[in-house]
């Protein structure tokens, strides 16, 4: 993994209780192995190396998301969360049958939703999550939970039904995938646009270098979000994504050759940020406030 000295430090000071809403970590193999199930492997990212790029890039406060690669073994997860406190939240995956108090015991660790793929290998398609979800929704309501969506723009007319319906908030990842070529006005992302501005879901801007698939000057990422901050920045986050899986498919990988990482600088994301909402008030919303209510810090 590429040194955090090659991080740059924002231009900009972030407020208190800045916070990271999308990060993963990655233990030692033999500790957390893989599952059998999944589209890459990977090296070690230690919840260590995330608090020293924390700490340059000014953030307080992390939320981890559990990684497709871990598929329903939250352990990693919840083992970096018992490290990091009072400072971060989790996004756990879950069987569909899991019970109220495996609910209630994740909750106790800090974990404050669900997340739900229809990206990576062994995701869901819109009609399962609508055959399976009810249930789980239901019990997630109970904890003041959500549900966090890994979906491509092209699912989520079909996603858009459930989503208007679901007792918990739905939390869409990397603001929503979009094609960067195809622009904010294409199929998908034209719905997304209006759950956000109905208030019906939040969205995380991240995965900035996801839209433009690696290119170094990732700035064209900003045309889909300054409409997502137009529409309703009360429900907006931001997220690293660290550390950066390299490019995959979604097809099943049972190889031990590792994908290294791909170095992308998160505080060239965060300036991005400052691009994209110029208004420190807004900006410190996204960042600090908004971040605070969903997770409940």
């Known amino acids: 993994m590429p040194s955090v000295r090659e991080v740059s430090i924002p231009a900009f000071t972030l407020p208190p209780g800045a916070c990271d809403c999308h990060m993963h970590v990655f233990g030692e193999p033999l500790a957390y192995p893989l599952s059998t199930f999944r589209s890459y492997s990977v090296g070690t990212a230690s919840v260590e190396e995330h608090l020293t790029l924390q700490q340059r890039l000014g953030l307080q406060r992390t939320v981890l998301v559990q990684a497709s690669g871990y598929h329903t073994d939250n352990r990693c997860m919840l083992d970096a969360l018992a490290t990091l406190g009072a400072a971060a939240r989790g996004v756990a995956v879950v069987d569909d049958d899991i019970s109220m108090d495996e609910l209630c015991r994740l909750d106790a660790a800090g974990v404050r939703g669900v997340r739900i793929n229809l990206v990576s290998v062994g995701s869901f398609t ?49 603001m929503g995938l979009p094609v960067q070529a195809a622009g904010p006005g294409q199929k998908g992302f034209d ?88 208004d420190a008030t807004v900006r410190n919303k996204i960042l600090a406030h908004n971040p605070a209510r969903l997770y409940r810090f």
């Open 126 to 174: 819109p009609q399962q999550i609508w055959a399976n979800v009810e249930r789980l929704a239901k019990l997630l309501a109970e904890l003041g939970w959500h549900m966090q969506f890994f979906v491509p723009p092209s699912q989520l007319p079909e996603l858009s039904g459930l989503l208007r319906t679901l007792p918990v908030p739905s939390v869409i990842d990397h």
């Open 191 to 278: 719905v997304l646009l209006r759950l956000l501005g109905e208030g019906r879901c939040w969205v995380k801007l991240s995965g900035a270098d996801r839209i433009t698939r690696g290119q170094p000057d990732m700035s064209s990422a900003g045309v889909f979000a300054r409409a997502l901050v137009d529409v309703n920045p009360d429900n907006l986050v931001w997220g690293s994504d660290w550390p950066h899986i390299g490019w995959h498919s979604s097809e099943v990988h049972d190889s031990d050759t590792i994908l290294p990482f791909r170095f992308v600088d998160e505080g060239k994301l965060l300036d991005l940020l400052s691009e994209w909402v110029p």
